[in-house]
């Protein structure tokens, strides 16, 4: 049975049309959609798409971005003293009205726009290289450029001495501090064999087999991320010693070292690449402590990495994470932590600052 496609419709010179609704993200094709051109006002442009009408745009593809960040500008900012709900709400909201500007594609992956860059490459990786003639948002469309172009350069990670490059729709590891944990931490006395749970990229799966793990099983239950860390342990040499295979959570067996970066905040997530981030209910975390004692040989260690900025937002208390390690039998062993090293601790326009500015990052050495 064939899948329905979704489409938007809309009217055009005195005529009904319709056109497929390209997603990567799974947003809803919009209800009313309208054209627009460079003769519409962004003030017009941003009332129209927060009564939840989409705007087709038909005129220059500069100024469609010109007027995508004129939108953004009219986007109330999220109040910091209401808190991270307050600040996620305002966030939704910014993204459906901004996801309100569309553009068309044409065959090939082609945008048949004035000035419009070629984005068939980027378009391939993520719609397919086959992918039929629709419309999508302009907001998704220079996140695919974006994606592929940190794809195509890939990510300089110290702690492997080279690259790692994400795909669209996996978080990449520019966050080095949780990967620079995992490169120092003593490894168990076993090398023979580890499992990096939630593999992502694949970083922290090359990060062990380079520093002398014999065999590494890296799993993931999102398809992007296996084919992406497939790629960067195929690209690194490391096919031989990196196996990556579909799971949730667990491959089947144990191993003398288990290694898990779970998202860090327990919230839903509003995009693929939230999952990254955001754990609804904690779910990989809990799933992760509850399955790691009888996954770990006697003797064997489980490193969980995880921010402790949920804490500071409050959404989680350090009582409930020991709470956690206890109820999944396990004993903390010892902890390696280390502050952020990004720029966003010192923003202070930002909403999240004080929770940002008192984060840390902890590598948990669980054992049974």
Not at 56 to 84: I, T, Y
Not at 123 to 152: K, N, S
């Amino acid at each position: 049975m064939k899948r329905s496609v979704a489409m938007i419709r809309w009217s055009e010179a005195g005529q009904e049309r319709s056109a497929v609704w390209r997603t990567a993200s799974g947003v809803a094709p919009p209800a009313r959609v309208v054209v627009a051109d460079d003769r519409m006002p962004a003030a017009t442009a941003y009332r129209l798409a927060c009564e939840g009408t989409a705007l087709l745009w038909r005129g220059d593809f500069h100024n469609a971005r010109r007027l995508l960040s004129a939108m953004g500008r009219r986007c109330k900012p999220a109040d910091p003293a209401r808190g991270f709900h307050a600040h996620r709400q305002a966030r939704s909201q910014r993204a459906r009205t901004l996801g309100m500007l569309l553009v068309p594609y044409a065959e090939g992956n082609v945008i048949p726009l004035r000035r419009a860059p070629d984005v068939r490459a980027a378009c391939a990786e993520v719609y397919g290289p086959d992918a039929p003639p629709g419309a999508g948002q302009l907001r998704e469309l220079l996140g695919l450029i974006g994606a592929h172009e940190w794809r195509r350069k890939g990510v300089p990670v110290p702690a492997l001495g080279a690259r790692i490059h994400p795909h669209h729709g996996v978080f990449s590891p520019i966050r080095g501090e949780y990967v620079d944990l995992v490169a120092q931490a003593p490894l168990p006395a076993d090398d023979r064999l580890a499992f990096d749970v939630g593999t992502g990229t694949g970083v922290l799966a090359a990060v062990l087999a380079g520093r002398g793990v014999r065999h590494v099983v890296a799993t993931d239950l999102d398809p992007r991320a296996v084919e992406c860390a497939g790629d960067n342990v195929a690209r690194l040499g490391l096919a031989d010693q990196v196996e990556v295979v579909r799971a949730d959570l667990f491959p089947p067996g144990r191993a003398p070292l288990v290694v898990c970066n779970p998202p860090w905040l327990p919230a839903k997530p509003a995009s693929p690449l939230d999952h990254a981030v955001y754990d609804p209910g904690g779910r990989m975390l809990r799933g992760f402590l509850g399955g790691l004692a009888e996954h770990l040989e006697p003797a064997g260690e489980g490193w969980l990495i995880l921010s402790d900025l949920a804490e500071h937002l409050g959404l989680r208390t350090r009582a409930e994470l020991l709470a956690e390690f206890d109820r999944a039998g396990l004993r903390v062993a010892a902890r390696l932590d280390v502050a952020p090293r990004h720029n966003r601790p010192a923003d202070v326009a930002d909403p999240l600052h004080a929770a940002r500015a008192a984060e840390v990052t902890s590598l948990w050495r669980l054992t049974r």
